[in-house]
């Protein structure tokens, strides 16, 4: 790819792989080319299409994804280049993909709905091409009428659609007081994708520190009931996590899937302490946080992986002299007990000023 920001090719294509991993496809490969200017036919240069062509084939790859945005033409003429049922992709549709999976408001279900059919709409042309095809050319110009007709349709979609998020927006408040009475405190978990979100859930509910409750966990398999030993209980949800490429187009979307955190009773901001860029992390997290309705909600961080790094003594130290950090591993089970004693601590403070709101 033609990448020109921040981040190198090999660490975009990492978190390409974790994405396709996080919507549930099974990465079995990657490769990546430096071209000057991408092709404008076929995004890579001919050579490389003739090689991932092979690779797909012998390795029977139902999907290729592309980590840039690809146009509508270079979709299609890839498509038609590695031939058979392959499907072509690319990060953009990656990520619609998690959003629509994850979305777990209304508001969060239409904007990205909205995002999806704003996506398609120039890319309509690509399937009735295929039908037009397979009709022998004889159908020639029906295509071209139907995909009119079609983003007619797709324009009466996306004008609905926009119209029922503005509905949704000034009911805002009636929507959330119907979910407000939850018996038990919610815990949600913010932080990069890759940060160790979901191993720290997985942890919390499967060494023994909490216990789950399966029932629960099958009604939504990103929210856990845990129980302390002492028997106070709380919903430990996950969010969708940070992307550092997210393409601008998905921004609305993405901060629609977070709107949920602002009715839990604390945000606990995950990082992966060993990861380079860290830092920035941290501040884009905070930057999105500070822009959502949750100032009032009591934070908690947590700096994961300290089994990555090289002195997590001195790491430890560091924590300590920070206000509302824990250090755990949620790999090898480290400070997970501190973590939850946090935890416990943190939402005694939220209770009490839940009370104080409502006497
Ligand atoms: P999520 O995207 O935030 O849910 O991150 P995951 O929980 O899927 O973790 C991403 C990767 O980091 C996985 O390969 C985990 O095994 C790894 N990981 C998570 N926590 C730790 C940790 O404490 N130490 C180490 N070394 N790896 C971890």
Redo the contacts with the bound molecule.
Sequence with gaps: GATVDLFSIEESLKELG?LA??AGLLVVGSTHQKLDTPNPRTYIGSGKVAEIKSAVHALGVETVIFDDELSPGQLRNLEKSFGGDVRVCDRTALILDIFNQRAATHEASLQVALAQREYQLPRLTRMWTHLERQAGGKVKGMGEKQIEVDKRILRNQIGVLKKELESVRKHRKLYRNRRVSVPVPVVS?V?????????????LTGAGVLAEDRLFATLDPTTRRVQMKNGNEFLLT?TV?FIQKLPTTLVAAFRATLEEISESSLVVH?V?I?HPLAEQQIDAVNKVLSELDVSSIPKLMVW?????VSDPQKLKLEAENEKDVVC?????G?GLQEFCNAVQEKLKDSMVWVEALFP
């Design positions: 974790q991993d996080t978990l932080g990069y994708t890759n940060a160790g979100k979901s191993t720290l859930l997985n942890q996950d996590g995950v992966d060993s994961n992986k300290v089994d990555k755990v591993s949620a790999l090898n480290d």
